[in-house]
């Protein structure tokens, strides 16, 4: 069995964060997001190759990734000619594939279980089954509406407050059988949730939906990559590095820590880190490899990508700063979002 995991998105959503790392290589902690979902997929004994549809910028998550031997499992990748939409990927990319096919949108963090869906579909002998999750403001999104045996009914896009039926959106988690994709034209942009999925209602076909009321997020937004990060500190969500364990303070054995730094947790501090004296590490703050935080600084709610520079006596709270960026002495910075290299002189108020 195979799983295809479209990666081919531009992530404008988290710009500028996004202009040199895809999203599949934007870090969750120390660990590229793309790993949490093959740490997912690798559940299922049954799946024994990952296909990434990819189309920006595929040499950069082909030198993280590699054949996969790493991440243990095989991975193969399949780059789009140009961008195909949702359905033209899902057909472009499982091109040769004869068996039920697991699609993961290339955004989506959740600790579904694979296994159960699989055996739902094929019990049920579903030609496309699709993962929903409630959410509560449902007019804020498109929903799906099901019957009491999960029998998909329709579609409704963004509906008003006196339409809603239901509380259920798409989660982005697909089992496909690939006899279907000859309904998806070829070389053209086709979406997955506008033109395909309604095929299976006007055709009468067996079509499900599985309702998933675990967690679940979708990290495309500042907002949302930020607190994921806070999910996983609170234990929401359960993974390494923290693995459950509430405010703890997660801190590499290579860091340098002063004795005279105050840490204030839940935290992470990754390798080759520099806190020096006088200097705050406040909660939810994530501080990524090689970082530096000078005499007297203070980082809050912050999350800080590698090789980046905290200026004494600076204060940045609740942000995210790129790869390699320079925060002046004394500046302050709170609630912005930085790109790669980015530099604010001494005493800005940002």
Known sequence: MKALLLVGGQ???LRPLTIHSPKPIVPI???????YQLDLIKQVPEIDEVILSLNYQPELIESVFGDGRDAGIKIRYVVEPTPLGTAGAVRYAAHGVTDSIIVFNGDVLTQVDLRQLITFHRSRKSRATIVLTPVENPTAYGLVETDSSGNILRFLEKPKVEEITCDTINAGIYILEPDTFDRIPE????????SFFPSFIERREIFLASIYRGYWIDIGTPEKYMQVHRDIMDGRY????FSGERGKACMASSANVSDRAQLDGPLFIDE???IRAGATIGPYTVLGRNCRVDEDARVSGAIVWPETHIGREARVTDAILGRACAIGRNATLSHGVLGDNTHI???SRL
């Open 345 to 347: 002189a001494d005493h």
């Open 272 to 274: 080759g880190c520099d």
């Open 29 to 35: 902690f120390s660990r590229p997001f793309l790993h």
């Open 11 to 13: 992530g404008t959503r």
């Open 238 to 241: 359960s993974m390494p590095p």
């Open 187 to 194: 070389g053209i942009a086709w979406s997955i949730e506008r």
